[in-house]
């Protein structure tokens, strides 16, 4: 098929391709196979020596979708101004336009109309799937199985693509210790080992091969964005050199090494200066040290709020810095363009850095094929076949079953029998078909999850009644200054009361709202909200026999639950699937295997919590009558629930620990066995984690890292042995040379279900 747009850009780049020699060529992606990288850059070479500066500026420009594309174009004020500059080849990028009709108006714009017919980028906020939801990440994270997150985010990325997008701002690898910050959602958890795997599986995943149904990854946010003083959005961070290098920028170096084609700074400074405008990050560590050679584009408006930080004084000095620390694409803050190219030619931004930027922006546009075929993400029939196809809905279920964690289980409450019960099903949540949707699934309709209770009408030998018990939230959570927590209408608790006391099992759906969770969305307190707390003991009073099913975006302090109800199940929000997933595991179906990526505190104020902190001087109490001592006095050190803990329909005996040699040399490796035995007389999945205490270094180490994990299978009665390898890759830190390097030491090994691992060994690192 033959395209009629223009007019030098293709045509040059061909002659050039024919008649250059090659460069040095470098590996982009280590599991696609886009053109010979020598190639792509003589191609992008050839389309920049074309462009006028305005133009390579264009390239660092995104706007929001800012008209209804199919309609009439725009004849004045701010829309008609941004239509003009499209239409000069002044925009590189639109996100938050969707669908091939609107997407194929505007690519026609830019490949037909400009004058060089440079396609655009189309981004998405493809979080955990476009119209068939995923579980959010943050559950998705605690299946610790790679395939099957990695699966989710194709899923996303075929659907996404066939509706014209071929970017997402995704994934999220933020590591997050503060339950608090809303965001917590959109990632991994709390440890950098387990987000740098999720980060690579995520990356590949939405990347694969650059075929049709592809999407560009842009790891997030760049740097140190979850680490927002009291876990308030977009808040102040400081964090030291040591916490930086060796907690938070290890999920990106790993999305890095993946071949994620695009990076996205963030809202929050670091060391006093704003991460868009950060050179320290941008040029020094990205680009610099890691060798990253895709672009990094601005969150929404970051550069412009360079000047609420106190940073810059205007919009044009926000422009300056943000060029020269590194940032490539201005989202929506209209600072490139309209002030880089003056800021050129004052001599303040060097042009080199210009065409540095609108170079990577290229690149990637032509990894994606765009410039061999701009209408590539572009064919309607394509997008009707492959919306909500059943494989989808297939694979969401399986990825939903996979994320479920087993908190509690007394006196073998779950599984529930599947027939001759009355069950009492209670709680708003329970009947809700867009909460389960979870926050960032904005190209998804509202009420097409499975609610709780239509999964469990699925199993017809048990009599179910529904009572509401009472509303969550009041108003529509999407917009918070509408959304009243219910705190007073407590109207439905005596058919709630009623509906329990004449029941077998009572199982309560309680939580947050879907849109309750996310950015914007932080939380003071985060218990259950409202009065279902109240509610709850309520019911507890006329029929303790009670299942509590938690659909929330954040771990929650959930003490008086955990005490007193025999059996918790955090299902999370789980997207499409989520009714069907959460009936499965209620009834057997499905053995959970899930363990916790963020630890549960016991109450608000032990935040931040996480498993892999320090010791301090005092870490001990010495004698029981002693105060001198690192703690609170009115509630345990330790959390609720752990990081890496869950419970399943099986129970495992860890046992006969061993390892190949108490001694580890350079370049050498010693290996780390443990027998798992299934005891019970189920068969079931259990991830076995291996962490390491460095018992002293240059800087200060936490009292446990993990370092390995493997989620198995094990038949009832059967025993495994699982193996870990150690080398000195897996000891290296970021020290106080202020570099990656192993020393010489003594280490503790543990190994176990959870990080509260008690199975132990040691070794000695020697020279």
């Not at 293709?10 to 280590?30: E, H, M």
């Not at 810095?321 to 003056?342: F, I, K, R, T």
């Amino acid at each position: 098929m033959k395209y009629n747009f223009p007019k030098y850009a293709v045509v040059v780049t061909l002659l050039v391709t024919l008649s250059c020699t090659t460069t040095k060529q470098k590996n982009v992606l280590n599991t696609a196979k886009p053109a010979p990288q020598s190639i792509i850059d003589r191609k992008v070479d050839s389309v920049l020596n074309l462009m006028t500066l305005e133009e390579k500026v264009g390239q660092m420009n995104q706007y929001n979708g800012f008209w209804d594309a199919t309609g009439p174009a725009p004849q004045d004020g701010a829309a008609a101004k941004k239509y003009d500059h499209l239409k000069k080849g002044w925009v590189g990028s639109m996100l938050n336009v969707r669908g091939v009709k609107d997407v194929k108006v505007l690519q026609k714009i830019a490949v037909e109309e400009t004058r060089l017919g440079i396609p655009l980028l189309f981004g998405y906020d493809v979080i955990h799937g476009y119209k068939t939801i995923s579980p959010i990440p943050l559950a998705e994270a605690a299946s610790w199985d790679m395939e099957a997150i990695k699966k989710s985010a194709e899923i996303g990325a075929a659907e996404a693509a066939a509706s014209g997008l071929n970017w997402t701002f995704a994934p999220m690898v933020d590591v997050a210790r503060d339950a608090r910050w809303g965001r917590v959602m959109e990632g991994s958890g709390e440890d950098p080992f387990l987000g740098s795997q999720i980060a690579i599986a995520r990356v590949h995943g939405f990347q694969g091969n650059f075929s049709e149904f592809n999407l560009a990854a842009c790891a997030k946010h760049f740097a140190g964005y979850a680490f927002a003083e009291s876990g308030r959005d977009y808040n102040t961070v400081d964090v030291s050199d040591n916490t930086l290098h060796n907690i938070i920028l290890p999920p990106f170096k790993a999305a890095a090494d993946a071949g994620a084609l695009t990076f996205m700074n963030a809202f929050n400074e670091l060391e006093g200066i704003p991460a868009t405008g950060n050179a320290y990050l941008q040029r020094n560590i990205l680009k610099g040290e890691w060798n990253f050679d895709g672009f990094i584009v601005s969150d929404w408006g970051s550069m412009a709020e360079m000047i609420n930080h106190g940073y810059a004084k205007d919009l044009k000095q926000a422009a300056e810095y943000a060029a020269n620390a590194g940032s490539d694409m201005d989202m929506e803050s209209y600072g490139y363009v309209g002030h880089l190219a003056d800021l050129v030619r004052e001599g303040k931004v060097d042009e080199e850095k210009v065409n540095d930027a609108a170079r990577r922006i290229l690149k990637v546009k032509f990894q994606l094929g765009l410039f061999d075929n701009p209408y590539k993400y572009c064919d309607e029939n394509r997008e009707k076949e492959t919306i909500g196809k059943k494989a989808f809905h297939d694979g969401v279920l399986d990825m939903a079953k996979k994320s479920i964690v087993l908190l509690k289980n007394e006196n073998n409450t779950l599984p529930l029998k599947k027939q001759g019960q009355k069950i009492a099903v209670i709680g708003a949540l329970a009947n809700d078909k867009t909460s389960p949707l979870g926050s960032w699934r904005i190209g998804a309709d509202d009420g097409t999850a499975v609610s709780v209770l239509e999964g469990l009408k699925q199993y017809n030998g048990n009599e179910l009644v529904y009572a509401k018990g009472a509303d969550v939230a009041l108003g529509n959570p999407m917009f918070i200054r509408e959304t009243k927590i219910n705190m007073t209408d407590k109207s439905g608790f005596s058919e709630a009361v009623n509906t329990a006391k004449n029941a077998d099992v009572v199982i309560m759906v309680l939580g947050e709202h879907g849109l309750q969770t996310g950015e914007g969305r932080s939380r003071s307190e985060i218990g259950l909200p409202g009065v279902q707390q109240e509610l709850l003991e309520t019911v507890y009073k006329a029929n303790p026999n009670i299942v509590l099913v938690l659909t929330n975006g954040r771990p929650l302090t959930i003490p008086w639950a955990a005490e007193n109800i025999p059996a918790i199940v955090e299902a999370w929000h789980l997207g499409t699937q989520s009714g069907n997933a959460i009936a499965q595991v209620l009834y057997g179906d499905y053995n959970p295997s899930g363990k916790l990526p963020m630890s549960f505190p016991r109450n608000v104020g032990q935040l931040p919590i996480y498993y892999n902190h320090k010791n301090t001087g005092r870490p001990i109490e010495e004698a029981p009558e002693s105060v001198f001592w690192s703690h609170y006095n009115d509630v345990d050190n330790s959390p609720l629930y752990p990081f890496g803990y869950g419970l399943s329909y099986s129970s495992f005996e860890y046992s006969n620990l061993k390892i190949s040699s108490d001694k580890l040399t350079t370049n050498g490796n010693i290996t780390i066995s443990v027998d798992v035995k299934n005891t019970s007389k189920t068969d079931g999945k259990e991830v076995v984690q291996l962490y390491l205490h460095d018992l002293y270094a240059s800087v200060t180490r936490p009292v446990r890292e993990l370092k390995g994990f493997e989620l198995t299978a094990i038949k009832a009665g059967e025993t495994k042995t699982v193996t870990f390898t150690i080398n000195e890759k897996t000891i290296a830190f970021y020290t106080a040379n202020k570099k990656w390097e192993s020393e010489t030491g003594d280490f503790k090994v543990y190994v176990g279900g959870s990080s509260d691992a008690t199975l132990e060994s040691n070794f000695t690192y020697t020279k």
